[in-house]
């Protein structure tokens, strides 16, 4: 079954340390990968993505991902976390063709710690 | 830029009662998918629309249904609304299936 999984919870981090939030992903396929923030009472915002090509994702506000195949993850990573990260963060996997629907983990809060 | 729109923001409707959602995509945007985040839980697929059709159905209730317009805004119906229907419901849209999903601000419904 298609299916994604996010172990943390929740990730406590100081400022300026790097942060990691971790997901990993069901094998089926050739699975589109991507990672949304959510702040209170705030919609789902695109971070980053995964489709095909370079394992390192780069996206926006500094955050990137790491596709992994051999141990199915996509991890997302930044080097020097802010204050204003602190959020709910989700990975998601689509599995193209015909099947357009977004499979979401069940959420990290990241909390970081001034 | 100009994101997806949802109204009406905030709703509050009592049990049995109906309730439509509206949805206006991104411009160019041919694709609109429906979700429904419960409190705490991640959010589920509920359907989408690719150019006016039906393109993926998830877990929507038989009570609920929804339609694309010709100017691609989509509303979701909801009837015979229950407590358990109370949720945070997003609409997303994207340029084409299967590109990336881009997210309104969401509905927030609750069912008294």
């Known amino acids: 079954a298609q299916s994604v999984a996010q172990p943390e919870d929740q990730v406590n981090v100081a400022e300026g340390n790097p942060l990691t939030v971790k997901c990993t992903y069901s094998?089926?396929?050739?699975?589109?990968l991507f990672w949304y923030v959510q702040y209170p009472n705030r919609g789902l915002q695109f971070l980053l993505k995964?489709?095909?090509?370079?394992?390192l994702v780069k996206g926006s506000y500094g955050f990137e991902a790491e596709f992994n195949k051999s141990q199915t993850s996509f991890h997302l990573k930044k080097p020097s976390a802010l204050v204003s990260d602190s959020a709910l963060y989700f990975c998601?996997?689509?599995?193209?063709?015909?099947?357009?629907?977004?499979?979401f983990g069940t959420g990290t809060l990241l909390a970081v710690q001034p | 830029a100009a994101g997806v729109i949802q109204s009406p923001r905030h709703l509050i409707k009592e049990k049995r009662e109906t309730a439509t959602l509206k949805c206006y995509p991104i411009?160019?945007?041919?694709?609109v998918y429906w979700y429904q985040q419960g409190p705490g839980q991640d959010p589920q697929f509920l359907i989408s629309?690719?150019?006016?059709?039906?393109?993926d159905k998830g877990s929507i209730p038989d009570r609920f249904s929804a339609q694309q317009f010709s100017d691609y805004h989509s509303e979701l119906n909801m009837s015979s609304l229950e407590l358990g229907d109370s949720a945070l419901y997003f609409c997303?849209?994207?340029?084409?299936?299967?590109?990336?999903?881009?997210f309104g601000p969401g509905t927030r419904l609750t069912v008294l």
């Open positions: 997303a849209s994207s340029l084409g299936p299967g590109q990336t999903q881009y």
């Open positions: 094998v089926s396929g050739n699975p589109y």
């Open positions: 995964y489709i095909t090509g370079d394992n």
């Open positions: 998601a996997v689509n599995y193209g063709g015909a099947t357009n629907k977004l499979i």
């Open positions: 411009p160019r945007h041919d694709t």
């Open positions: 629309f690719y150019e006016k059709m039906q393109s």
